[in-house]
């Protein structure tokens, strides 16, 4: 994804603001796209797949590195979807819970697959340019089974459980809604340009009302107040609808 910059919107809030500082205005762009990210979840995200690994129930998000994820839409485990559960109620379901590897030593994760080629006395190609095939300890699945349930635990992380077994491999597709991090310098500029108007009312109508400044001006931050809440709204709308349009029919009712 190509990121757009958030002082590119700068330009556009200067007459409003006149004898702002240029990084003031930036850093209420950003605070602006952070607010309209969180309240229209516009700023949409499929992680690229992957696998989940056995033994191993707690994953990091895979996404941009300026972005946080706000709001996760569906977790898909081989073609079916994991049950979001809150923190309470996935104690609940689970009240096991999941230790890494089941609670065994990481060191016995690679106890039972053969050591690779280095520092043998004998020099073979073959040795060298294929891998042993990894065998599975039982003992750090033991207390795994087929993942049915994801739960958040920090802003940045994520819970499967049960604990995933080894008795097929589990491809993993996300969906969740971004915003930028709060050092961010830009985001997504297809995300950006959906929603400028709305950051630029979002940002205006707090410059606006700092006090002891040349430029406030509360009469006028009022009006992008109002322009702000009719644009996120409108904006909200547009990204659950999305794009696409249903064909519209009336029946009438028997008496």
């Keep these: 994804m190509a990121d757009r910059l958030f002082s590119t919107l700068a330009p556009r809030l200067n ?7 240029k990084q003031t205005i930036i850093e209420y762009i950003r605070d602006a796209a952070i607010r309209v990210c ?25 996404k941009p590195a300026t972005a946080d994820v706000h709001a996760v839409f569906g977790v898909l485990v081989n073609d079916k979807p994991l049950v979001q559960r809150t923190l309470e109620q996935a104690l609940q379901a689970h009240p096991e819970w999941a230790d890494l ?15 690779g080629a280095f520092n043998t006395f004998e020099y073979n190609a073959a040795l060298f340019n294929e891998n042993s095939p990894y065998v599975l300890p039982a003992s750090i699945v033991a207390k795994a089974g087929t993942p049915d349930t994801i739960c958040q635990v920090s802003p940045d992380k994520y819970i499967v459980l049960p604990l995933p ?33 709305v950051i630029l009312h979002g940002a205006l109508q707090h410059l606006l009302v700092l ?18 809440v009719f644009h996120l709204s409108e904006r ?8 696409v349009r249903g064909s519209m029919a009336a029946r009438m009712q028997p008496f």
Aim: hydrophobic share 30%.
């Design 15 to 21: 007459p409003s603001v006149p004898g702002c500082p």
């Design 38 to 62: 969180e309240r229209t979840l516009a700023w949409r995200y499929e992680q690229p797949k992957f696998f989940l690994l056995p033994g191993v129930h707690e994953y990091a998000y895979y």
């Design 101 to 115: 590897y089941s609670g065994e030593d990481p060191s016995v994760v690679w106890s039972l697959t053969p050591a």
């Design 165 to 197: 077994n080894g008795d097929e491999r589990y491809s993993v597709r996300m969906f969740y809604a971004l915003k930028p991090k709060r050092t961010a310098t830009g985001m997504d500029s297809v995300a950006f340009d959906e929603l400028e108007d």
């Design 211 to 228: 006090p002891n400044v040349p430029w406030m001006d509360r009469e006028l931050a009022t009006y992008h107040g109002r322009q702000y």
């Design 236 to 243: 909200r709308a547009r990204a659950n609808m999305g794009n």
